[in-house]
């Protein structure tokens, strides 16, 4: 397809990428897709690391997380999954936005988000505000 578009100077497909290098190669797109069809994918960790790098996302609503970490507009975009025009249509307006050069640091600040050191404190202010009463009593 690419061939028959004559897309070949316009997109690269990539081998397999060591883990080391994929900042490197996330920081060279302009965008990402992220363009899943199984609610099974329920986070879609791959976009967090594309966007750590401040490149945005275009991911799929599923019902799942996969749209939660990408705040639509702002880090990138929501599209129906199955549906390849408002994906394609979500890249363009990416680029005509220039959202990577306008909101790189947005984009790079949302991923805080959901550190680990995010996460942990979450874990422990929920644990920590549970009473022991809370702890011992049955469900009713």
Do not use: Q
């Amino acid at each position: 397809m690419i061939e028959a578009l004559e897309l070949k100077d316009r997109v690269t497909v990539m081998p397999h990428v060591a883990y080391s290098t994929l900042p490197e190669v996330y920081r060279s797109a302009d965008a990402f897709a992220l363009p899943l069809t199984d609610r099974r994918e329920a986070f879609g960790l791959v976009a967090l690391e594309t966007m750590a790098c401040g490149v945005p996302v275009m991911t799929t609503e599923l019902g799942t997380g996969t749209t939660y970490h990408n705040v639509h507009g702002i880090n990138g975009y929501h599209v129906l999954p199955e549906d390849e025009r408002a994906l394609a249509e979500a890249i363009e307006r990416c680029a005509d936005e220039n959202l990577k050069e306008k909101n790189a640091a947005l984009i790079r600040k949302r991923v805080k988000e959901f550190s680990i050191e995010k996460f942990r404190s979450s874990w422990e202010e929920l644990i920590l505000s549970l009473t022991e009463k809370d702890i011992g009593s049955e469900p009713r």
